[in-house]
T-cell receptor, first 114, second 111 residues
């Protein structure tokens, strides 16, 4: 069964450094998402992306965050200057076009900011 | 988006049927009901989705009464590996729509 893959599985970064999290969505999917989950808390929406544009973003997704689809297969989340509070699991999701299609999630990247 | 209420936790034994009920009194006409499962350190996994009546797949059934103000996820004959957090989400499933997760129901299955 096709799946969303994310790399790396764990990223350790010094505070203030830039980090790029990578995702390969399911191949025929056209809508892409990033979510995060701080340890012990809820899964939180960050951003959705379609047709090379951001469709929707949350208050969490401030100027420090950006997303890109650099080629036909990858979808990336960049955090420009990481803070301690950015430590979390980051999940990528994708879905097919059409009403009622579910989002499918990857297994996430654990980001640890030191 | 409609607010959902589900139990914080449930306990069961292997081989039992587990029913997790979710209340969503303010569900809108265009809203779907979707359930996800999450294991520790993994991403949410789609289980089942429905609009009305009953939906069944290879892992679960979803029962939705006529008024759609609640729904019940039914897991037949659970095993230890079904121990996870289960999320009920309600919303218009248009493309690009954010999923809003609550705290979910933590299901613990014992032998």
């Amino acid at each position: 069964e096709p799946e969303v893959t994310q790399t790396p599985s764990h990223q350790v970064t010094q505070m203030g450094q830039e980090v790029i999290l990578r995702c390969v969505p399911i191949s025929n999917h056209l809508y892409f998402y990033w979510y995060r989950q701080i340890l012990g808390q809820k899964v939180e929406f960050l951003v959705s992306f379609y047709n090379n544009e951001i469709s929707e973003k949350s208050e969490i997704f401030d100027d420090q965050f950006s997303v890109e689809r650099p080629d036909g297969s990858n979808f990336t989340l960049k955090i420009r200057s990481t803070k301690l509070e950015d430590s979390a699991m980051y999940f990528c999701a994708s879905r097919e076009q059409g009403t009622g299609q579910p989002q499918h999630f990857g297994d996430g990247t654990r980001l640890s900011i030191l | 988006l409609a607010k959902t209420t589900q139990p914080i936790s449930m306990d069961s034994y292997e081989g039992q049927e587990v029913n997790i009920t979710c209340s969503h009194n303010n569900i809108a006409t265009n809203d779907y009901i979707t359930w996800y499962q999450q294991f520790p350190s993994q991403g949410p996994r789609f289980i089942i989705q429905g609009y009305k009546t009953k939906v069944t797949n290879e892992v679960a059934s979803l029962f939705i009464p006529a008024d759609r103000k609640s729904s019940t996820l039914s897991l037949p004959r659970v095993s230890l590996s079904d121990t996870a957090v289960y999320y009920c989400l309600v919303g218009e499933r248009q493309a690009g729509t954010a999923l809003i997760f609550g705290k979910g129901t933590t299901l613990s299955v014992s032998s």
